[in-house]
């Protein structure tokens, strides 16, 4: 499916648009990744831009996307997008109730699979966000690259969340700390394995 015809079925969806959502579709279409994984889904905006251009590459790739039961709630959700589209063969929907790193501990069961393509833009916390990386450091191919979303967001300036009681009751260092920026720097950039970047407030790990 081509790049118009997705930025029109997405219009006015959050969170991905339509220009982070090009650079999605032309790094997976330029690069020409097959096994991609991501952490954090939401309503499948961004899922279908990545499996808009492994359809276009046409080489029998999938997406696999994790994230937990509260996507099946969202209105619309990633299946009321599918059916817009022509793009089930390319994405596998995983609603996992403990979260995606306990789905990517299966992963790592199965020796065999790696990925060439992660998106993470989930958890965007220190605890779960540093626990992913360290799991998919061990299965993503030679080459493959990590993209973290959201380096310098934070719970006291979410929108969603910054008024809840939850954050309320938070420690002002936690939820004043740009958490995933804390991974990135702190665990990504040290790890030799991968060479980093950032550009447009992600950040960019590539294996070496």
Not at 62 to 73: E, G, K, R, Y
């Amino acid at each position: 499916m081509n790049l118009e015809s997705i930025k029109s079925i997405t219009e006015g969806l959050p969170f991905t648009g339509p220009q982070k959502g090009t650079i999605l579709y032309n790094t997976v279409l330029e690069n020409r990744y097959e096994n991609c994984l991501e952490l954090g889904f939401a309503h499948g905006t961004s899922s279908i831009y990545i499996a808009g251009a492994l359809h276009e590459i046409n080489n029998g790739g999938v997406l696999t996307c994790i994230d937990n039961l509260s996507a099946h709630d969202r209105v619309p959700n990633i299946y009321n997008l599918l059916k817009k589209t022509e793009l089930s063969e390319f994405i596998d929907p995983v609603f996992s109730e403990l979260g995606y790193n306990w789905y990517l501990r299966n992963l790592t069961r199965k020796a065999e699979y790696t990925a060439d393509f992660v998106f993470i833009d989930g958890s965007h916390s220190w605890d779960v966000d540093g626990f992913a990386f360290l799991l998919i450091a061990n299965m993503i191919s030679s080459g493959g690259l990590l993209i973290f979303d959201d380096l310098d967001w934070t719970y006291a300036e979410s929108p969603s969340l910054k008024d809840t009681e939850k954050v309320r009751l938070m420690p002002n260092d936690y939820k004043n700390t740009p958490q995933v920026r804390e991974v990135f720097e702190l665990l990504v950039q040290r790890d030799d394995r991968f060479d980093c970047w950032e550009k447009d407030g992600w950040g960019y790990a590539r294996r070496i």
